[in-house]
């Protein structure tokens, strides 16, 4: 399998032919070095529908004829745009043609900010995924706080690569990021959502050393980067 860190939370995953991206925010992320338009994949999946998770989401699964993955609510409403959408929820799991996809859980909020009409649109609850591809597992965990429950997903899956948000504030920070590496005890684990806002910054050095103490192994990817698993 071959992992694209595309910046903040946007990860694609390939294997052979096939190609995932997984919270795709290029346009307005100015770390970003792939434009929207040069993503070629057949499935978007969204952990929640904030707008650094969801922004280029619509054009990328235009572009591609490609199905966007995401919670019931979610899935609903995009599909109402006339996209092509495939809906879950948290702790389903499916088998698609490129491997499987099971929902996870995640602590935090899932919603569209209608700014014009000072609305905001709850779209569910927010989660993460267990991919299975090409027989290596990758966890996305979105945007969420530590949870116990980490240990038991550790216990269960086999994860080769662990994406956990550490840039606090909006998500678990550092510390916490470093047990979470720990009791889902991947292989390696990479830092998402820090850096593009001020209230976000980490240092991935920092990152790599709490870590380290912890005798996990970390790749702190840099946007564009590619890792082969
Ligand atoms: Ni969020
Ligand atoms: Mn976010």
């Given amino acids: ?15 052979q032919n096939q190609s995932i991206i997984i919270d795709p925010f290029l346009t307005g992320n100015p770390l970003a070095k792939t434009k929207a338009r040069d993503i070629q994949v057949q499935y978007v999946l969204l952990t929640h529908a904030h707008g650094d998770h ?33 809906a879950m929820n948290i702790g389903g799991a499916y088998q698609f043609d490129f491997g499987q996809v ?6 935090h909020s899932s919603s569209i900010v209608l700014e014009d009409q000072k609305q905001i649109l709850y779209m569910g609850m927010p989660g993460g995924y267990l991919i299975t591809m090409g027989g290596k ?33 909006l ?10 590496a720990e009791w889902l005890k991947a292989d390696v684990t990479v830092p998402i959502h820090y850096n593009t806002f001020p209230v976000i910054q ?17 790749a702190a990817l840099k946007p564009g980067e590619t890792i082969t698993i």
């Avoid at 399998?1 to 294997?15: A, K, P, R, T």
């Avoid at 099971?102 to 602590?107: D, L």
């Avoid at 998500?171 to 979470?180: L, S």
């Fill in 202 to 218: 980490q240092n991935t050095d920092e990152f790599m050393q709490l870590l380290g103490a912890r005798q996990k192994k970390g």
């Fill in 54 to 86: 969801m922004a280029d989401a619509a054009s990328i699964a235009q572009n591609n004829q490609a199905t966007i993955i995401a919670t019931f609510e979610l899935a609903t409403y995009l599909s109402w745009q006339g996209l092509t959408t495939h």
């Fill in 171 to 180: 998500t678990m920070g550092p510390e916490d990021a470093a047990v979470a």
């Fill in 102 to 107: 099971k929902m996870t859980q995640a602590f």
């Fill in 137 to 169: 597992t990758v966890y996305h965990a979105g945007d969420t706080s530590l949870f116990t429950d980490m240990k038991w997903l550790g216990e269960q899956h086999d994860i080769s690569v662990a994406f956990l948000p550490i840039g606090d504030n």
């Fill in 1 to 15: 399998m071959e992992i694209i860190y595309h910046g903040h939370s946007c990860v694609q995953l390939s294997n």
